[in-house]
């Protein structure tokens, strides 16, 4: 009579306890994988609407504003630098990104003058202003410069 091939019982759960501890690992990475591709993706997003925010400005020949809402998670560009402007473009940061947006404080804005530049006394700071982007242990950082440039540190 011939021995019959095959794989004991304890061969079998051996594979499956690696093949848990390994697929485990990978879920746990992939929350972080996650976060980080959410932070960089919110920047650079932010970083083209600000970019946006310019271009318009020069192109209508007025001033256009890039808002942050910390507290809805917004970032909107309007039209003028005062309140009441007509909103152009919005965008849910919470939403898309499911990043929560800090400014260190409440609403932040940046006011781009037909010229290409911020006016200072339109601004919503005189120094730097820092944008966070955070989701998770992972963030990432936007600073606005008095002049309108947008710098990542």
């Known amino acids: 009579m011939q021995a019959q091939g095959g794989f004991t019982i304890l061969e079998v759960v051996i594979v499956l306890a690696i093949g848990a501890l390994v697929a485990g690992i ?18 650079s997003n932010f970083l083209s609407m600000h970019g946006q925010t310019r271009a ?17 998670g917004m970032v909107s560009i309007e039209e003028g630098c005062g309140d009441g402007g007509v909103v152009i473009e919005s965008r849910s940061f919470a939403a898309v990104h499911a990043v929560t947006l800090e400014t260190g404080g409440g609403p932040l804005w940046v006011c781009m003058t ?3 530049y911020a006016d200072i006394n339109a601004n919503s700071f005189s ?6 982007f ?7 950082t936007v600073v606005l410069l008095p002049l309108g440039q947008a710098v990542t540190p």
Request: net charge positive.
């Open 26 to 43: 990978a879920v746990a990475n992939f929350g972080d994988v996650q976060a980080r591709i959410g932070v960089r993706s919110a920047q």
């Open 114 to 116: 037909p010229r290409g």
């Open 127 to 132: 120094q730097e202003a820092r944008v966070n």
């Open 134 to 140: 955070v989701r998770g242990d992972r963030a990432s």
């Open 56 to 72: 318009l400005a020069v192109e209508r020949g007025r001033a256009i504003r890039l808002r942050v809402d910390p507290t809805s």
